[in-house]
């Protein structure tokens, strides 16, 4: 195969000329360079050409992204106690590919005190009453990704649970509220908490945390919002651009936490939101339960002694 391009070139008169390459084996780059060809990296053309998307990508962006707020619906419906975490993986792939997802790249699956700190693949566990519970969906239609986070509480949602999430829709709001053309990358990640302030030593231990990038043909595209690079390096950002912004925060309790990602078009006077799954508020899935004096308080503690001192009952669960 590599003497066929080697020819090819030659037959064109370019076998002088370099050969600029997007993604490869390295089995295949010692074969070119072999046969003589000057072999260099052509990820970032590829990669520039994708950062501005055209009118029927951002189509085919927003039907994957409807795509996933079916699979969220079907799973808020699904989540109680005594599931599974790779369980639910099983629900969100199900209904993914019924509605003609070609791939399910990955779904995230975390809950209970696996939610802090933050791990990025899916366990056996079992969810117990009073679990947080977050998911990140990432799926292709017809070649254009998803990456969209989402977060429950099973049953109840403690104080520090909803703090924590109170906390991390903060910073997701503040981030899109700047999101326009114009702006930068370094004017939105401003905003959001540097690592020391919520517990990494630095922001190479925080990546990602506290993130955006573009999604595309790629679930990573360009451009790309972190404290770790985006200050010393900031991108414009541009109408037509589509990127997720993610935000993190964990709860005071030690183990629990809240995780948001929404995905934006920017457009001509700021941007639009097509991750239209609810998540303005921590959403409680599973069932009601009901005591002999009414309907039990979904902002409890998971521990139900903690629920019963004077103090506890006085508590209705505001900020």
Not at 11 to 25: I, Q, R, S, W, Y
Not at 267 to 272: F, N, P, R, S, V
Request: aromatic share 10%; with cysteine; hydrophobic share 40%.
């Amino acid at each position: 195969m590599a003497a066929k391009i080697a020819a090819e070139l030659r037959d064109h008169g370019l076998a002088n000329e370099p050969l600029g390459v997007d993604v490869a084996e390295m089995p295949v780059l010692a074969a070119l360079r072999a046969e003589g060809i000057d072999v260099v990296d052509g990820q970032q053309v590829f990669l520039e050409a994708r950062r501005v998307k055209t009118g029927d990508e951002i189509a085919l962006l927003t039907q994957a992204c409807a795509m996933v707020d079916a699979a969220y619906e079907e799973l808020y419906g699904y989540l109680r106690p005594g599931v599974r975490e790779n369980e639910c993986v099983g629900v969100v792939a199900k209904v993914l590919y019924d509605l003609g997802s070609e791939y399910v790249e990955g779904v995230n699956a975390i809950s209970g005190e696996r939610c802090s700190p933050h791990p990025h693949v899916y366990s056996d566990r079992l969810i117990r009453p009073g679990d947080p519970a977050f998911f990140d969906i990432l799926h292709s239609h017809l070649g254009y990704r998803t990456c969209y986070y989402r977060t429950f509480a099973v049953g109840s949602a403690s104080r520090a649970q909803r703090d924590a999430y109170v906390r991390c829709r903060e910073y997701m709001d503040q981030a899109i509220a700047l999101v326009r053309p114009g702006a930068t990358t370094a004017d939105i990640v401003r905003v959001w908490p540097r690592a020391e302030e919520f517990g990494f030593a630095d922001e190479t231990a925080a990546f990602a945390l506290q993130y955006g990038h573009g999604v595309g043909l790629s679930i990573w595209e360009k451009p790309i919002f972190s404290r770790l690079v985006s200050l010393d390096h900031p991108e414009v950002l541009e109408e037509g651009m589509v990127f997720a912004l993610e935000t993190y925060w964990p709860a005071a309790d030690g183990w629990s936490a809240a995780r948001i990602e929404e995905e934006l078009v920017v457009t001509a006077d700021g941007c639009e939101v097509i991750t239209k799954f609810p998540a303005e508020e921590l959403l409680v899935a599973g069932r009601k339960y009901w005591t002999v004096g009414g309907e039990l308080n979904t902002r409890r503690e998971a521990q139900s002694h903690l629920n019963t001192s004077r103090d506890a009952s006085r508590d209705d669960g505001g900020d």
